[in-house]
């Protein structure tokens, strides 16, 4: 890509900054989901091949719209704004799936959602607990109900988190 054609999230702050910008926000909603790529996907791959979907996952997606400096000091002034925040993306998150889910091919589901760095994670241990391993937990419920196969993706060192995931996920 050319510099110019690249972009990148902003760390300081999101478009949702407090309850007025989370109000505004334009979030997406079930009925905004748009199947058609993937259906034309499952209409024209080859007979003896799967579909692989990806999304960015719960924790990226909350950090992301209220940028990873806001959220950490939502998480101190307004710990409710946070939770507002993961809820509807995981909401939206849910909704996507299991649309895709209902589509035969789609077999995998690979959900990336970087929850470290190099040094460790990016929150303390209990909010991932508390606010995005629970989301996962539903999303891995719902495709494998399906008999379709979820993987989750990290970056980072998410070591104090591992249990929770083998065990819970």
Known sequence: LRRAARSWVGEGSGPVTDWASFERHPWPTRASIDPRP?????????DDMCIATASGGI???ASFSMGLEGMCYALEDDPALVEAVVERVGEITYAWTDIATELERVEIFFMGDDMGYRGGL?????VFRRLIIPWHRKLADLVHRKGKLYLLHNSGKIDPLMEDFIEDV
């Open 38 to 46: 993937m259906e034309w996907f499952a209409a024209n791959a080859p």
């Open 59 to 61: 924790f990226e997606h």
């Open 122 to 126: 990016l929150v303390a241990p209990d």
